[in-house]
């Protein structure tokens, strides 16, 4: 009752995975990644242990051929298993049991150069097909063009049973929340009428608070926004401010704690000078009175 994809950009030296299933809370049970590694998903009648084994076979330096053949060999219900494995390098491995193949629609799957799309109880092979197209067609970051690929996935039919819960996971060497844990993208929704479209929204949310800033996207504070960034901090209830086009040392100090407050953790300053990401954010929930 599951559909995920895995997926690499090695530019960015990212591995990524992602899930939507009518079953709650399934990113845990079959979203499993280490940062430098590779991914695993494990679905169907999954085992998560696989994921765990799984990763450490490939810190051996095995292929992801050998680390499923390997899996599978030890395991009495590998028939009932779907299980895909992708590497930093060389070609995915996916597995898909006979039992799961005799559910009641489509199970099976789909590996591309950089990418291993799999499913069971779909409502065509086209889902399959529909993933990988549109992760392939997407622009922008690995984790987005996840996302954009269980959309597609959706939209070409998805499950027979529905939505309810959907998964992401992008590992990355210095990624995480100050660069520690390699788990750089790492958001599960775990029941919601639209998962999907959640895990968007979400994502957009991690962006803002666990990402640092981009040095193309910053803006020097000039009279007219430091107008503005006092009245959105006004009205935020943090602090009333006067209307003046001061920014000197307390107010970029006061812009800090605020922003911190706001959960900007990972896009704070010590300058005259503002993320627009941050201030496009602040824009939206803090708006102009009509």
């Not at 660069?179 to 895990?199: A, F, M, N």
Request: a negative charge; proline letters at 6%.
């Amino acid at each position: 009752m599951t559909y995920s994809i895995i997926a690499r950009d090695t530019s960015a030296g990212e591995i990524g995975a992602a899930v939507q299933s009518k079953f709650p809370g399934a990113g845990s049970i079959a979203l499993h990644g280490a940062a430098g590694i590779g991914c695993i998903t494990t679905q169907a009648f999954a085992n998560p242990q696989h994921g765990d084994e799984g990763l450490a076979l490939l810190r051996r330096g095995l292929s992801a051929q050998t680390v499923l053949e390997q899996l599978l060999r030890n395991d009495p219900a590998a028939d009932e298993r779907q299980v895909a494995v992708l590497g930093p390098a060389g070609p995915a491995a996916l597995h898909t049991g006979d039992a799961v193949r005799s559910w009641d629609g489509f199970a099976g799957g789909e590996v591309r150069p950089h990418a291993v799309a799999s499913g069971n109880t779909l409502r065509a092979q086209a889902v399959v097909t529909a993933m990988l197209d549109g992760f392939e067609a997407a622009t922008g970051e690995l984790a987005e063009r996840l996302i954009s690929a269980l959309a597609a996935g959706r939209d070409a039919g998805g499950e027979f049973r529905g939505q309810q819960s959907a998964a992401i996971l992008v590992v990355k060497p210095g990624g995480g929340y100050g660069g520690w844990s390699g788990r750089h993208v790492d958001i599960s929704v775990y029941d919601h009428p639209e998962p999907i479209t959640e895990l968007g929204r979400c994502y957009r949310l991690h962006r803002l608070s666990y990402f640092p800033s981009d040095p193309d996207q910053l803006l020097p504070v000039d009279a007219a926004l430091a107008r503005e960034l006092k009245a959105i901090m006004s009205r935020a209830g943090f602090r009333e401010l006067p209307d003046t086009p001061d920014w000197g040392e307390a107010e970029i100090a006061l812009l800090k704690r605020f922003m911190g407050a706001e959960n900007y953790d990972n896009r704070l300053r010590d300058d005259a000078w503002i993320d627009a990401e941050v201030l496009a954010d602040l824009r939206q929930r803090y708006p102009r009175p009509t």
